[in-house]
């Protein structure tokens, strides 16, 4: 039966210098599945994206003086099985079938390059993404561990 093995919550300061933090915090608390090389940086990099994203869109036109955080949801399931939600209270999306399409961005021309929403999806397992204007966003991703059963880790140990 599927359970809970862990869980963390983490609420941050939407600053850029918390992606790094975000993403150390990941790799500790899923080293406990004991993750590939390639699963750790999958898991790292999709996390680091979705932050990325409450940093930079989320509270652009926030005002000065109210707060604005990363809410970082994290559980370990007994299936080797990680999830991850990375939510905030920002501006929300409109469109997010638009937003999450390769190339889209409202970020400056020539600075993003509208790729946050496929890395998250083709690093994991599934995404999904809950948005509403003027309340805030929330982005659900999980990924399965092991699903390479038999092959060799980059340790050379067989998973
Ligand atoms: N948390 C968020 N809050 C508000 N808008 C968001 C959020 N995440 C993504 N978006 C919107 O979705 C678009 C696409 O995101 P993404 O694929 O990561 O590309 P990029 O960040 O390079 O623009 C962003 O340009 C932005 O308009
Ligand atoms: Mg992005």
Known sequence: MKRIINE???????????????RSCISSFMAELDPTVEELCDMRCAVSEAVTNVIVHAYKNHPEGTPAFIYISARLYNEREITVEVSD????????????????????????CGMGFLVMESFTDS???KSRVGKGTTVLMRKILGKGEGAPRDDGKRS
């Open 8 to 22: 963390m919550k983490l609420r941050l300061p939407a600053v850029s210098i918390n992606e790094s933090v975000a």
């Open 89 to 112: 209270n920002g501006c929300g999306i409109e469109d997010i079938e638009r937003a999450r399409a390769p190339m889209f961005t409202t970020g400056e021309p020539g600075e993003r």
């Open 127 to 129: 995404l999904t993404v």
